[in-house]
Each structure stands twice: as structure tokens, then as C-alpha cells.
């Protein structure tokens, strides 16, 4: 992808859940296994941060360190908003009069 087209929003979003667990960007490369300077590319946006990244970081601020998945999720990291794709589920409710 060419990097005029690389949104910084994503990184931006990584960065501020990665900063309000209180973790430096070594720390938190350390814990994905990426090196600190890939970290930062991603965070200032000169590398795109992919979907399944977006899915992995995800998972690690909810299952690791027990963040809200309103807050921390794959769609919240890569839109800004939750783009759920699947439908909800409806709830059958049977009353017994």
C-alpha cells in the first residue's frame, strides 16, 4: 500500500490503549513479540496496521490485560467506532402467565 494512503488514525487509537495501560512502547513490543521501532511505525502511521494485527492487539488489551471490548476492540482500533459485522442476536423472551 502506498504510504501517502495509510490513514494514522489506527496507530493513534493503539497508542492511547497502549499508553493508558501505563506501557512503553518496548514493553508493549516485547508482549507482541514486534520489534519497538515496528510498534512505532504502526503508531505513527508509516506502516498500515492490518486487520488481523488490529484482531490480535485486540485481543490482548481485553484477554490480557482485562480492557472494556467497547473499548479495545479490532473495529474501536482500526475505525474508531464498532462495525460489527455479524447481526445481533435477538433475545426470545417467554413469559409464563
Known amino acids: 500500500m502506498n504510504k501517502k494512503n495509510i490513514s494514522p488514525e489506527p496507530g493513534r487509537r493503539l497508542r492511547l490503549l497502549r499508553e493508558?495501560?501505563?506501557?512503553?512502547?518496548?514493553?508493549?513490543?516485547?508482549?507482541?513479540?514486534?520489534?519497538?521501532?515496528?510498534?512505532?511505525?504502526?503508531?505513527?502511521?508509516?506502516l498500515e496496521l492490518a486487520p488481523a494485527k488490529a484482531l490480535l492487539y485486540s485481543n490482548l488489551f481485553i484477554a490480557l490485560f482485562g480492557m472494556d471490548p467497547e473499548e479495545a476492540s479490532a473495529d474501536i482500533l482500526l475505525y474508531g467506532e464498532q462495525r460489527n459485522s455479524q447481526p445481533k442476536k435477538k433475545r426470545i423472551i417467554i413469559r409464563k402467565d
Open 20 to 46: 493508558k495501560l501505563h506501557l512503553s512502547r518496548a514493553q508493549f513490543a516485547e508482549i507482541t513479540g514486534m520489534s519497538a521501532s515496528t510498534m512505532r511505525s504502526l503508531e505513527v502511521g508509516d
